[in-house]
């Protein structure tokens, strides 16, 4: 099953906010914000909604790796995603290419950082689960070998044996029966 990295999702979500909406990633979500029981008021931003999509996606991503494992194209496709989501960030400014001025930064922030550090967390927990799926399989194949120790020496005491008996002569019913001996007596010649 040949599959993408979830994280891509975000990643476009993030370039179409980018690319075609002069957007602020501070812009708070809640404007009265959560009372926290220390008294302090929280008020999330649209920079920690997106920061929290991108770990869902993770969670996602290392759950269905874990799973099902990753084929080499999704490994693959998980290293460009990396090696493109760094390479925006580091040379491209969406204001200087729409030819808007008052625009906010959107690529080199600390929220597209985060994410691409979200995105190598990715890469390097699937090679991790993909190592350790290959491992497993290959102890899981491998034949048992037990080794057991040698049995105690027997001991034996060394008894005469007796002779095997002789075998017995008993005449054969297929040999011909002898036939019966007449004995005759010498003649005796008289006279001359």
């Not at 008294?39 to 909604?49: H, I, M, Q, R």
């Not at 993909?130 to 060394?158: D, F, G, I, M, S």
């Not at 002789?166 to 007449?182: G, I, M």
Request: net charge positive; aromatic share 10%; hydrophobic share 50%.
């Amino acid at each position: 099953m040949i599959g993408f990295p979830l994280l891509i999702i975000p990643f476009a979500i993030y370039n179409m906010i980018a690319f075609l909406t002069p957007f602020d990633w501070n812009t708070k979500l809640y404007t009265g914000g959560f009372r926290l029981p220390s008294g302090l008021v929280f008020e999330p931003t649209a920079s920690d909604a997106f920061i929290l999509f991108s770990l869902l996606m993770l969670m996602f991503e290392v759950i269905k790796s874990t799973k099902h494992g990753k084929s080499l194209i999704e490994h693959f496709l998980a290293l460009l995603l990396v090696c493109g989501a760094a390479a925006e960030f580091a040379m491209v400014n969406p204001a200087a290419l729409m030819n808007q001025q008052n625009v906010p930064q959107q690529m080199g922030n600390s929220t597209f950082a985060l994410f691409i550090a979200i995105c190598v967390v990715d890469l390097f927990a699937g090679f991790a689960t993909a190592l350790r799926r290959a491992r497993r399989k290959v102890v899981v194949e491998q034949t048992p070998v037990v080794v057991a120790p040698a049995p105690a020496p027997v001991v034996v005491r060394a008894e005469p044996v007796p002779p095997p008996p002789p075998p017995r002569a008993e005449p054969s019913p297929f040999t011909p029966a002898a036939e019966p001996v007449v004995k005759v007596d010498p003649v005796q010649k008289i006279g001359s």
